[in-house]
């Protein structure tokens, strides 16, 4: 394939665009997935017409984007089906796109981002977000990422590693209800699972499956959060539960661990329990050390104050909660639940208060603000 053509034939793609409407940085987008899907068709045949294919081809991406949040709500409003076990059919195009933009010529975290944002469809804000920084370093880090592949062959595949992360986050932005793609990364991970047969691969593919199998009873019928102490877990799917922690004991067998299998692992002790009372804390404890070990990651080790708060008391998570920076995402209402815990119910009131007005979306902000809500007027009483 000419890369020297697609690169020259670029800038007059993107003045068509704005002359019919599209603004820049939607046409910008728009071109970038044309030059993806031309990279994966051109091979094959290359069109006699190739600023043509790429302008038609690129309006249908821009159209399909500007109606991307209307069809994201009609998709929120249909029923979750988690996709059946067993047997899948052979893999579609849309991992063999994850491999590509997994580009050995980007930094893992470039190539994370821009598939998310080209194939995953999720939004710069969302992309941020899971990566803990402000949207304008997240849209520069995209845009240098859409510079450099668009100079280089897309004959190197990009790692397991590196898809991994990428189904991971699409799956965390289905999972949090503002996208519905949880569905989708589940079975893009059952079809890398049957073509993979790699530890971390069938760790990523259980993890799913256990966070999946709650998420009917993550809302009220209002919307509004639901603890995990407080689900009903006889609504929990326990078909998934039974397949998440079978696949996960048959990668933990291998004795190769690795994070998405620890988190598997944390998932499978909070399934397993019939009550939340019930709950193998100091296991939990005990695997967010190995967690905490292979990725040294602040919010592993926020997770693992609350576990500690739970297997030594309020005050021994408030010790551990301390240790990091309170800048953290969540930090200040895992503090109010610590402080709740702990009997000092003023200081929690205040945190619920504080973390209310800093939470990420509407329904997290919503059930802080009960919470907070509901300790002062116990408090009043």
């Known amino acids: 394939m000419n890369e020297a053509l697609l690169r020259s034939l670029t800038p007059s793609v993107l003045g068509v665009l704005g002359r019919r409407g599209a603004d820049f940085a939607a046409a910008e987008d728009a071109v970038q997935d044309a030059l993806v899907e031309a990279v994966r068709v051109w091979p094959d045949e290359q069109p006699r017409d190739p600023k043509g294919w790429l302008v038609t081809v690129a309006w249908r991406r821009f159209l399909d984007a500007t109606r991307a949040e209307a069809a994201r709500r009609r998709r929120e409003d249909l029923v979750d089906e988690e996709p059946a076990p067993g047997p899948v059919p052979a893999a579609d195009d849309t991992l063999q796109l994850y491999f590509l933009c997994a580009h050995p010529s980007l930094t893992p975290s470039s190539a994370v981002a821009l598939t998310l944002r080209a194939v995953g469809g999720l939004t710069t804000r969302q992309i941020a977000r899971a990566y803990l920084v402000p949207e304008a370093t997240m849209a520069q880090r995209i845009s240098r990422a859409k510079r450099t592949v668009s100079g280089v062959l897309f004959d190197q595949p990009g ?47 259980a993890l799913m499956l256990l966070h999946h199998a709650r998420r009917a009873t993550r809302t009220a019928p209002d919307g509004s959060l639901v603890p995990l102490a407080e689900q009903d877990r006889g609504r929990w799917d326990t078909g998934a ?89 969540r930090h200040t209402a895992v503090a109010a639940y610590l402080h709740e815990r702990d009997g000092d119910l003023p200081t929690a009131a205040r945190l619920y208060a504080e973390a209310a007005h800093k939470a990420p979306t509407l329904a997290e902000r919503d059930h802080l603000t009960r919470r907070a809500a509901r300790l002062n007027a116990g408090l009043r009483r």
């Open 241 to 329: 539960i039974t397949e998440g922690v079978r696949i996960l004991q048959a990668a933990l067998a291998r004795d190769r661990l690795g994070e998405f299998q620890a988190q598997a692992a944390i998932a499978a002790l909070h399934a397993d329990a019939p009550t939340a009372e019930e709950t193998d804390w100091v296991q939990i404890v005990e695997w967010y050390d190995e967690l905490a070990g292979l990725t040294d990651s602040p919010v592993v080790r926020l997770n693992r104050a609350v576990a500690v708060g739970e297997a030594d008391g309020p005050r021994a998570g408030l010790a551990e909660l301390a240790a990091l920076s309170d800048t953290l995402p």
């Open 159 to 205: 790692d397991v590693a590196t898809v991994l992360r990428v189904l991971y986050l699409v799956f965390n932005e289905g999972y949090s209800g503002d996208v519905d793609l949880a569905a989708e990364a589940i079975r893009l991970t059952r079809q890398l699972a049957a073509a993979i047969d790699h530890p971390e691969v069938a760790g990523l593919l």
